[in-house]
């Protein structure tokens, strides 16, 4: 069956460092890919997202890799600010749905100053 | 104003009483979802609907009902509570048409504790 997971439950960086979050998916038939950030009381927000026709997509100070061949995504976070510490979570679509997002455990990222 | 609201934001109740949580969108969606949140296991989807007449089960719809009352409104219903569903409550919309994608936005959230 379709599951998510993310190699690491918490990531600690410092201010100005580059982070790099992990997700693994199980779903070979996934074709479409989300990351989400949640901070704090709040719902999850769009950060980026990528198809499966695609390895690199970059946002502004993010990047999203995937690799299909051993079912991992990524999102790397260029010079990390305190105002990125959230929950971040990954998540699939796909398999004959085009409606249905599986989501990932979460990650929590924290930003020392 | 927020695309997507969810009221109450915050509802202590005891078991076996009937709790509503309702979700409005202004961003004419026709998708529209549920989730549930509990810590360590991601979002669960409940339910979910594409139109007002469309009304689908997801994977943890037990002791859960919705209504879709309008494109811009869906409720979830609660018809006894009890204690495990104690977790946070999102709601989501999504426009596949208009976004080509599967992207949902998501309402801040209830939290809804069951003593």
């Known amino acids: 069956g379709e599951s998510v997971g993310l190699h690491l439950p918490t990531l600690s960086v410092q201010e100005g460092d580059n982070s790099i979050i992990n997700c693994a998916y199980s779903?070979?038939?996934?074709?479409?890919f989300i990351w989400y950030k949640q901070e704090s009381g709040k719902g999850p927000q769009f950060i980026i997202d990528i198809r499966s026709n695609m390895d690199k997509r970059q946002g502004q100070r993010v990047t999203v890799l995937l690799n299909k061949t051993v079912k991992h995504l990524s999102l790397q976070i260029a010079a990390t600010q305190p105002g990125d510490s959230a929950v971040y979570f990954c998540a699939e679509q796909g398999g004959g749905s085009n409606y249905k997002l599986t989501f990932g455990k979460g990650t929590l990222l924290t930003v020392n100053p | 104003d927020a695309d997507v609201t969810q009221t109450p934001r915050n509802r202590i109740t005891k078991t076996g009483k009937r709790i509503m949580l309702e979700c409005s969108q202004t961003?004419?969606?026709?998708?529209m979802y549920w989730y549930r949140q509990d810590p360590g296991l991601g979002l669960r989807l409940i339910y979910y609907s594409f139109d007002v007449k469309d009304i689908n089960k997801g994977e943890i719809s037990d002791g859960y009902s919705v209504s879709r009352q309008a494109q811009a409104k869906f409720s979830l219903s609660l018809e006894s509570a009890i204690p495990n569903q104690t977790a946070l409550y999102f709601c989501?919309?999504?426009?596949?048409?208009?976004?080509?994608?599967?992207?949902?936005?998501f309402g801040p959230g209830t939290r809804l504790t069951v003593l």
């Open positions: 961003k004419g969606h026709d998708r």
């Open positions: 779903n070979s038939a996934s074709d479409y």
């Open positions: 989501a919309t999504s426009d596949l048409a208009a976004s080509g994608s599967g992207e949902q936005f």
